[in-house]
Structure formats: C-alpha cells, structure tokens
C-alpha cells in the first residue's frame, strides 16, 4: 500500500513535490560549497570569524554569485535553490541566534508567531 | 547469551535537547511529549540493559556530504559529541560496545550489507537526545552504545525496505552474540515534519498514526513505500522514520508495544515516542 502519489508530477524525469525541494545528486553538486561553508559553522571559532569578516569568509569558500546574493539577502529559500541543504544552513541560521521555527516562517511568508500557531493548530490532544 | 530485551522508537528534535538544559520538561508545551518517557523510564529501571544498539542519522557533525555512507556502523569504544554549531550543550561522550560492534559488522558484511565502518565517530543530537530522554541525568550514561547511522540527508536514500532488511540482520546478528548483554534497541527521528520549502511546518497526523499503528505488527507495510514517497507522506524530515523501520526490524518478529506517546508539536516536529518488549523478553518472562 502506498499512500503516496496523489499531489505529485513527474518533471524531467524526476519527481516533484509541491513546497518540497529534494536534496538530491544536483542539489548536492550545486550547494556543495555553500554547504562546505556552513558545515564549518560547527567550529565556533569559524562562526566569529564570519561575523567578523562575512565577505572575506565567505570568499575563502568560494561560494557561487547566487549563493554570496543568497547568503548575503539571508534569504533561505534562495540558499536552497543554489543548493543549500537545510541542516547545514540552520547552523548559518545559529549565528544569528535563529532556530528552525524562524527559518521555517521566513519560507512561508508567515510571521514567526504565526508560524508557531499554525503547528499549534494541528495538535490533537 | 546475549538478550534483546525491548526497543524504543522516539523523536530526537534538538529542541528537547534544549528544553532539558533549561529545565522545562514540567512546562506546558514540553510536559506531553516529557510524560511519554515515564513508562519508559519505570521499564528501564526494572530491566536494567547493557548496551544500546541506536540507529539514528547524522545531521552534518560527523558526515559532511564530501563522504556520505548509506550505512556507517559504529566500531568505537568512546565516541565523543560536539559542537553543532547552534547552542546545544555539549554532552559526555558515550562508552562504545566495542566487541558488539565487530560481530555486527562481521555479520552485516557477511550477508551482503555494504557497510562504512567507523572506529572514530561523533554522535550529534540524534544519537544524545535520546540518551538524555531515556536516562535522564545519569552520568555517566549506563549503557554502551553501538551507534548505525543511516543517510537520510542526501538523495538518493536507502529504500525503507532495505532499512528493515538491515534492522533484520542486526537482529540476528544481536541473538548470535556470545557476549551476556541485555540489549535494548533504539530508532531515533520523526514523525512527521519539514524544515525546508514552501511546505515547511508540513505534519500529517493520518501518516504518522498509520506509523505508529503498523510499526508493530506490520513493519512490512511501513517497507512497501520508497523514501520519496515518505517524504511526501510525512515530510523531508519526516522520512527519518526509516531509522524507525530499521530498528523495528533489529528487535525481531515478536513485539508487544508496551506505550506508546504522539504529541503536535515540539518545534517543527509531530513527536512521538514508543515502547516495545521484544519476543525474547516475552519468553523469558513466561
């Protein structure tokens, strides 16, 4: 029994969810020097060496024009269409003191309060 | 002879992590999702295992995408957590069932698992949330861990169904082992949940109650979707539970769940905790 397939299309050959990008091989080429930049980000020597000098860091990675544009706008959704993978961008995300729920309201347009009641909202119990 | 003597599938959102060093377990939003642990832990302390066998997924401490094992075991006697890099404390470093390890490994490979061993591995939340969980402030931890980390970050993921067929050979693997240890088995992750995209925030309480229904019984049905599908039933996160199914399949044919506990939300995160006495544990109490 599969419960899947109902909202999902096939495009170019490769499936696609709604709202939903894919970490797959061509997100994981295209990202990869963002993801090596904020994968150092575990280091917390290297997290005050960015806030020091964001331009300078960044240029020691070689990030790609989009993603220099993405990281500089803070714009998530931006980093993951250049190839950002969402566990190494929340710990760019941790430098600036935001979690998950933050970045998770600034990709659906929401408040962060609203982002918050619209989870609160589907509890059961 | 070596006993598995249950397993415990949880949620490992390093927001508990956080909510643990700030004390807030008895606050409204965290106490649903805390109160599940109480049988766990009464169960715990009446069975007392040795070594924790954990199927779990790295979130970037450990692996970075420049090497992604599908399946990494841990062959370590000490393995250490760090810095992820988002204000979680460092926590104490957890002894490694060193010998378990090899024999495992042994058997895996010898049955045709591919396998990445690692005889130096960081564990990150996914691995230390869970150890906080289940044994709450214990210094140093009580078990001995032999941590399985399964890709669930870059794609393509191993299929569900080979998660279960390898969550089965470690059982049999476990019920070989000449060594005396009480084995407890761990699935950690999920439910459902979505981080990234225009869906973020994204839970299916229908998928994750068919989950928590099925694991049990019938952790085939769970195996008969690929990991995309997962995705799309329960998020980009929320395909984690293949380390569930994995750890389903470790723990053998017979379960009875013993508690079971699904909380919305904690963080992004449809939480959910459960508790099973395994076929060898039945047969020993009978």
Redesign the interface.
């Known amino acids: ?5 109902a ?2 299309e096939e495009r170019g050959g490769k ?1 696609s ?9 061509d997100a ?1 080429t295209r990202g ?1 020097a963002l ?2 930049m ?2 150092s ?4 020597s290297n ?1 005050a060496q960015f806030l020091k000098d964001e331009e300078g860091y960044c240029g020691q990675f070689g990030l790609t024009p989009e993603q220099r544009d993405a990281v500089r706008n803070r714009d ?2 931006a980093m ?1 269409a250049a190839g950002g ?7 760019l ?3 600036f003191g935001l ?3 933050d ?2 309201a600034q ?2 347009g929401m408040s962060v309060d609203a ?1 918050k009641q ?3 909202d ?4 | 002879m070596a006993q598995i003597i249950g397993g415990i599938l949880t949620s490992h959102v390093p927001a508990i992590g956080g909510a643990i060093a700030r004390g807030q377990q008895e606050e409204p939003y965290w106490k649903p999702f805390f109160d599940g642990f109480r049988p766990v832990h009464q169960w715990l302390a009446a069975q007392r295992p040795d070594v924790a066998v954990m199927f779990y997924n790295d979130h970037g401490l450990n692996f970075f995408l420049d090497k992604m094992p599908t399946f990494a075991v841990g062959a370590a006697d000490r393995y250490r957590n760090a810095d992820e890099g988002w204000g979680l404390p460092v926590m104490q470093a957890a002894g490694g069932a060193q010998a378990l390890s090899w024999h495992i490994i042994e058997h895996l490979v010898g049955a045709e698992f591919d396998i990445t061993t690692c005889q130096s591995m960081l564990i990150d939340h996914a691995v230390v949330v869970p150890l906080q969980l289940c044994w709450p402030g214990a210094q140093p931890w009580p078990v001995k861990i032999v941590p399985i980390a399964i890709n669930t970050v870059q794609h393509p993921l191993p299929s569900p169904a080979r998660c279960l067929a390898l969550g089965r050979a470690v059982g049999q693997a476990l019920t070989n082992w000449q060594g005396a240890d009480r084995i407890v088995v761990l699935g950690t992750g999920g439910l459902s949940h979505q981080l990234e995209g225009k869906r973020a925030g994204y839970i299916n309480a229908d998928y994750d109650r068919f989950c928590l229904d099925e694991i049990g019984p019938n952790p085939d049905v769970l195996a008969r979707d690929s990991a995309v599908d997962i995705v799309e039933l329960a998020g980009t996160q929320g395909v984690e539970i293949i380390n569930w199914i994995a750890a389903r399949g470790a723990m053998g044919a017979d379960v009875r769940e013993l508690a079971r506990n699904y909380h919305i939300p904690i963080s992004n995160t449809a939480a959910a905790t459960m508790l099973f006495e395994t076929g060898s544990s039945l047969r020993a109490a009978a």
């Not at chain 1, 029994?1 to 397939?5: D, F, Q, R, V």
């Open positions: 029994m599969s419960m899947a397939t909202t999902t499936r969810i709604p709202g939903t990008p894919v970490f797959d091989g994981a990869y993801n090596r904020c994968y980000f575990n280091e917390a997290r998530v959704l993951i993978n969402i566990y190494y961008l929340a710990k995300a941790g430098i979690n998950v729920q970045v998770g990709q659906t982002f619209m989870l609160l589907q509890a059961e119990d």
